[in-house]
């Protein structure tokens, strides 16, 4: 049951990765530009998440946030270019060919945080059945962008 439900949450939240950057990049032409859209959407996003947290009473204390690695609080500004990313690219090359993109740069930045381990995650050896995965991904990029 446990596979079942990770695969189901992966497959929903790429969706959403779609669903939201379409959303973002109306945003984005109605405003006329990334920034303000990328704004609406973190303001909107965390006057929601906070709803989220009252409702299922999980709304808890910061004070933990001191035992976190200072630079892991710039993981928000990742959201924050993944959001615009999307955006701006949207418009111009369209939801398919900027998911495929995402999921290329996604793929080849994994290898490397596998294989060495970065942030604390596993570490899972570069293989060459791993990259033939990720030049497949690539050249599923590049045939989608046609």
Known sequence: MGAFVNILVGLSVGALVVIQGGMNSRVMVALGGAMPATLINFIIGALALFAFMVITGSVTSLSGI????????????????????????????????TVALLVVGQALTSLAFDHFGLLGVP????????????????????VIGR
């Open 123 to 142: 570490v899972i050896q570069i293989s060459m059945t791993r990259l033939i995965g990720c030049g497949l991904l690539a050249l599923g990029a590049i």
């Open 66 to 97: 001191a035992q976190a690695p200072r630079w892991s609080l710039l993981a928000g500004v990742a959201g924050v270019m993944l959001v615009m990313g999307t955006a701006f690219l949207i418009p111009r090359i369209g939801t398919a060919h």
